[in-house]
């Protein structure tokens, strides 16, 4: 603001002085003007007393000198007159410059003024301002300074107050220390009731041991007991039988009926639950062959009428056809497997030199679709290729593990879920690097588990777990008497307890 107003100041006097500095000027000129004229009219006076003489003279010879002198002076007179009469105009002309001049730094003198004037009125308000700020602030300072006396006199007394608690605290951890031989606390494992839970299992067998069925008990008890109907079992092997063993394990009680059934290979063969295809393989008939059958008068193989097999049949146990493996010479080249509800589920291209090995699996879904592709390399190399409905390539994977990273997190990570998993699971790794806001692990420990790294890491505080399911109270005794931080454990209620 000063520096406006100087600025103002600075326009306003170079105005005034370049005022100042042109009437000097138009008076020179005016002077020189008037001069000029005096010098023209003295000339014309000089002519005029000429003439006067020559009319008076009467002596021809004194006036043949005259005008000899008169001749002569009127040329000089001619020549000053238009010298002076010249100047004189440009005198004139300069002065009319001059006189506009004068009244456009009239002007500035004027705007240069008002300028100043308004910097000077800005200034008295500015200054009204930063004194009214001034007081504000002074006010404002007073309120924080009353405020901070208030929050000196509350922390004194908070702090009085944390420490009694602090000694409370200190009294409880040696009473701790000295009944349970830790000072940190465990709690049950808070279940989250608006998340879906997935007991993870490589798969389901269909003849459970009675450690395995009581483990099935105690965990599914668990979960239907804390998560009501959000509980459901997720699997990753292929097992065209797995409709059957879940309803035998829905049969049996392991689970409850409104439990739901993930698996990997289902899911990518988009089959549906409960359909079951219309037709049945057909066989080829030809009269010339030799057909073999069972007690049952299946047909289990084919033969040409030379005794060289053609294909080989394997059934299930309710007489529905299993696979199929077809033969070229006595080489066998491809089986074709058809799940529990007898759709083309998988085919095999077998190695011509050694068939036990697959070099290449297709799957299907139950519109006959191609769904995935799986290519074995001989040095094993892995290809898997999923494929859409028109049969373009949608996922390429190079490994199994790729493939599973892949589908859990498609499944679990796309809401709120919990994945219960054994600490020792062959893809607990990923899925604990996996974890996110959506997607949370929980681990199963047991007593052969205590040494596991992962328990270690989570006693040790070391892990981003901190809730963990053991199967007994022993185990949590065990850790209990390790954990170097609070810890959130749920023991598994026992097979015979819940039954």
């Given amino acids: ?14 105005a005034k002085k370049a005022l100042a500095k042109s009437d000097q000027t138009i008076k020179s000129l005016e002077k020189k003007i008037t001069q000029s004229e005096q010098s023209l009219a003295d000339l014309k006076q000089n002519e005029a007393d000429m003439r ?3 009319q008076g003279e009467q002596d021809l010879k004194k006036l043949f000198v005259l005008m000899k002198q008169q001749e002569k002076q009127a040329q000089d007179l001619y020549q000053k007159s238009d010298a002076i009469n010249s100047e004189l105009v440009k005198l004139q002309k300069r002065e009319q410059t001059e006189t506009r001049e004068r009244s456009r730094k009239e002007h500035a003198i004027t705007s240069a003024e008002k300028d100043l004037h308004t910097a000077q009125d800005a200034l008295v308000a500015y200054d009204r301002k930063k004194k009214s700020a001034q007081d504000e602030q002074e006010r404002s300072l007073n309120l924080i300074n009353q405020k901070i006396n208030r929050l000196q006199h509350d922390y004194d007394q908070n702090a009085t107050i944390v420490k009694g608690l602090q000694q409370k605290i200190e ?5 701790l220390k000295s009944d349970y031989g830790t000072t940190h606390l465990v709690s049950p494992v808070e279940f989250d009731q608006s998340a879906k839970y997935f007991l993870f299992s490589t798969d389901l067998i269909q003849s ?3 450690d395995e069925k009581a483990s099935m008990e105690m965990i599914m008890g668990l979960l239907k007991s804390e998560v009501k109907d959000k509980a459901n079992v997720i699997t990753v092997n292929y097992n065209d039988s ?6 035998s394990y829905q049969s049996a009680g392991l689970v409850d009926k409104r439990t739901g059934l993930y698996n990997m290979y289902y899911t990518i063969q988009a089959k549906v639950p409960g359909a079951v295809a219309k037709t049945k393989p057909e066989l080829p008939d030809n009269p010339a062959w030799q057909y073999k059958r069972n007690a049952d008068k299946q047909i289990v193989s084919i033969a040409d009428d030379g005794g060289n097999p053609i294909m080989t049949l394997k059934y299930r146990k309710n007489g529905a056809i299993w696979y199929m493996t077809y033969f070229n010479g006595s080489l066998a080249t491809r089986r074709d497997v058809y799940d529990a509800a007898g759709f083309l589920s998988v085919t095999q291209y077998l190695d011509r030199t050694n068939n036990s090995q697959v070099t290449l699996e297709n799957f299907y879904r139950p519109d006959h679709s191609l769904a995935m592709v799986k290519q074995y390399g001989s040095n094993h190399e892995l290809s898997i290729q999923l494929v859409n409905k028109e049969e373009a390539i ?6 199994e593990a790729q493939l599973l990273n892949w589908w859990l997190a498609s499944v679990l990570q796309q809401q709120n879920s919990v994945l219960v998993m054994g600490v020792n699971a062959p893809l607990f790794d990923q899925c604990l690097q996996a974890t996110n806001d959506n997607f949370h692990l929980l681990p199963i420990v047991s007593a052969d588990d205590l040494d596991n790294q992962h328990v270690q890491d989570i006693i040790n505080g070391k892990s981003k777990l901190s809730s963990l ?12 008497k390790q954990m170097t931080r609070d810890l959130e454990i749920t023991v598994m209620p026992a097979a015979e307890v819940r039954a």
């Fill in 52 to 54: 006067k003489a020559i």
């Fill in 171 to 175: 009294s409880i951890d040696a009473k």
């Fill in 208 to 210: 459970l041991s009675g």
């Fill in 1 to 14: 603001m000063v520096k406006t107003i100087n600025a103002a100041q600075k326009r306003y006097d170079d």
């Fill in 469 to 480: 399911v053991v199967t007994d109270r022993d185990v949590q005794t065990a850790i209990e």
């Fill in 242 to 247: 797995l409709p059957e063993i879940w309803n």
């Fill in 394 to 399: 949608t996922n390429v994977f190079h490994s």
